[in-house]
């Protein structure tokens, strides 16, 4: 238990740890997010994404192409550094605990569909107003319940103005006719009131 007591040194710190998600569709407003955000703000960054459990992810490798952030993929009990990107593996549930990130593989088909709302509900639970939720490009609703948790314990909730094409069913859309979201923004524009945020 003293362990884990010690992992919520994110938490103490006062850091912002920034939960992002998207769907089929989201590299492209990953790839702008990323190249707008400069890689030495102090924030952790988490990226939730539903993935093709039957193939390996690129993500990792494409983003390390806009970012001079390290990118990996989240391992079981790893707690997220500052300035670094972590990806949810395909096939995979991710959640937050104590500040450790927890891991479960080849989780049911179910808990595979909502593994936005699992993350960012953890998030919010365990971080407060240190955390962050924002929703890109994406299908259905996954989400939505995960950013009002997140607004509710007085984190900042943003999604991306840019709807797809199936605008009135996508992630973004939800997230905002839910009304806990407080800025709606071209992704291109979000890193820069996520720092007027921190300051």
């Known amino acids: 238990m003293a362990a884990d007591r010690g992992a919520s040194v994110i938490a103490q710190s006062g850091r912002l740890v920034v939960g992002i998600a998207a769907s089929a569709g989201g590299l492209t407003a990953y ?24 193939h390996d992810s690129a993500l990792a490798e494409i983003l390390a ?19 670094t990107i972590t990806i949810i593996p395909p096939c995979a549930v991710l959640t937050i605990h104590e500040g450790r990130l927890r891991l479960i ?15 960012l509900v953890s998030l919010a639970d365990d971080q407060g107003p240190n955390a962050v939720g924002i929703i890109l490009s994406g ?26 094409h199936h605008s009135k069913l996508g992630m973004p859309q939800s997230a905002a006719d839910s009304g ?6 071209p992704v291109e524009d979000i890193p820069a009131a996520l720092l007027a945020y921190l300051a």
């Open 31 to 54: 790839e702008a997010f990323f190249a707008a955000m400069p890689a030495d703000s102090g924030m952790v960054f988490v990226l939730v994404q539903h993935l093709d459990p039957e």
């Open 65 to 83: 192409g806009y970012t001079a952030m390290p990118v990996d993929f989240a391992r079981d009990r790893m707690i997220p550094a500052p300035n």
């Open 105 to 119: 593989m080849a989780p049911p088909v179910k808990a595979r569909r909502m593994v936005v709302d699992l993350f």
């Open 139 to 164: 299908y259905g609703r996954d989400g939505t319940a995960g950013i009002a948790a997140i607004k509710e314990r007085g984190g900042l909730t943003m999604c991306e103005a840019a709807f797809d």
């Open 180 to 185: 806990f979201v407080d800025l709606v923004l």
